[in-house]
């Protein structure tokens, strides 16, 4: 019989945030595998460390920083390939997965290669969302207020449609583009209701007043907006 693959959510970063159940699979994991930036360690694989056993087989997914999506789609085939391997030997593999794996996580792109042939078990996990809103100790929405989550990347003219037609908002993937975000958030009269989050729950994270945020955001950043409330300040 095959192995059973596991999409295993490891929550934001504070490894006391994972839940129960992802801590029992990695701990008794012979097998995981995990995504990395080529050339660097592995954000998920540091969370998760404390539980990971010493004689565990380890299948890095080296993801290659560009921006075109071959080279990345090419990286998921040869990790779903080597994940593969292990189930045809009925070993179970333990994919973990930064954040929720089916919240912009990366583990969808082994999924959609393998859910077919293979039983999958998906673990949520802590989002980057619910985590930020924890940290600046605000409610994200009340009552009937409708919260939009938008990826910071998509284009301005869009962005701007999107952030004006919402009540609540979370703006995730911050990053390169946190100048347009705030160009836009200016124009909509709203960086008053607004927070900016870096690295949320570990212990270099900041929790800013957009407007005393600085000038470069990594990747691991989000901007959350509540109109209705009075400002955060």
């Known amino acids: 019989m095959s192995g ?3 999409g ?5 970063g504070d490894p006391e945030l ?12 012979k097998v995981i595998a995990y995504p990395t930036l080529e050339g660097s360690e592995s954000f998920a694989r540091s969370i998760a460390l404390d539980a990971i056993q010493t004689d565990v087989e380890e299948i890095i997914v080296n993801i290659p920083m560009s921006v075109e999506r071959g080279p990345a789609q090419a990286a998921y085939d040869l ?3 080597m994940i593969a391997e292990k189930l045809d ?7 973990l997965c930064e954040g929720d794996p089916f919240f912009y996580g990366s583990f969808m792109y082994l999924f959609s290669r393998l859910s077919e042939k293979y039983k999958c078990e998906i673990v949520p996990g ?8 924890a940290s600046i100790a605000t409610p994200l929405t009340a009552r009937n207020e409708v919260l939009t989550i938008i990826p910071g990347p998509i284009d301005e003219d869009l962005l701007e449609q999107r952030i004006a037609g919402s009540e609540a908002i979370a703006i995730m993937k911050v990053g390169r583009h946190l100048a347009k975000i705030c160009r836009v958030l200016e ?10 989050i870096e690295r949320a729950t570990l212990p270099n994270e900041l929790v800013l007043p957009l407007s005393a945020a600085p000038k470069k955001a990594p990747y691991f950043s989000m901007i959350l907006v509540t109109k209705g409330n009075d ?3």
Do not use: E
């Open 18 to 29: 994972m839940t129960l159940k992802a801590y029992r699979l990695i701990s008794n994991a």
């Open 79 to 81: 990790g779903a390939l």
């Open 89 to 95: 030997d009925g070993k179970d593999v333990v994919v």
């Open 231 to 233: 400002p955060w300040l």
């Open 187 to 196: 124009k909509l009269d709203l960086i008053k209701y607004a927070q900016y």
């Open 8 to 12: 295993v959510g490891l929550g934001p």
């Open 4 to 6: 059973v693959l596991y």
């Open 126 to 133: 802590v989002t980057s969302v619910t985590a930020c809103a």
